[in-house]
């Protein structure tokens, strides 16, 4: 059985840092590709930052960019998110996902198999 579990502390002032973890398991981590993705309040979601776990390729969303590193520790099959210098405008509920395409998952998140159950950011102004 797949599973995404995220975590991390969720309430930060502006100009703040949190990270996030995914911790997966039930699938080959290191032949597949991860993403986080959030959704504000009253939006869609939206694609954050991708991972490819074999190589190591990353990607991001321009608003987060030279903000926001994604990063793995294959080890202990966790996918991290680091967020710096955060912006009331990142609050809302991120979620981590996997697929076995990093192309898939930047492109058709709404094919990705795998998806954490959410967990809540909240950046306060």
């Known amino acids: 059985e797949v599973q995404l579990v995220e975590s991390g502390v969720g309430l930060v002032q502006a100009g703040g840092s949190l990270r996030l973890s995914c911790a997966a398991s039930?699938?080959?981590?290191?032949?597949?590709?991860m993403g986080w993705f959030r959704r504000a309040p009253g939006k869609e979601r939206e694609g954050v930052s991708y991972?490819?776990?074999?190589?190591?390729?990353?990607d991001y969303a321009d608003s987060v960019k030279d903000r926001f590193t994604i990063f793995s520790d294959n080890a202990k099959n966790t996918v991290y998110l680091q967020m710096n210098s955060l912006k009331p405008e990142d609050t809302g509920v991120y979620y981590c996902?996997?697929?076995?395409?990093?192309?898939?998952?930047?492109?058709?998140?709404?094919?990705?198999?795998?998806w954490g159950q959410g967990i809540q950011v909240t950046v306060s102004s």
């Open positions: 991972i490819s776990l074999s190589d190591n390729a990353t």
């Open positions: 039930g699938f080959p981590f290191d032949e597949y590709s």
């Open positions: 996902a996997a697929d076995p395409s990093f192309m898939v998952i930047i492109t058709t998140p709404n094919g990705v198999p795998y």
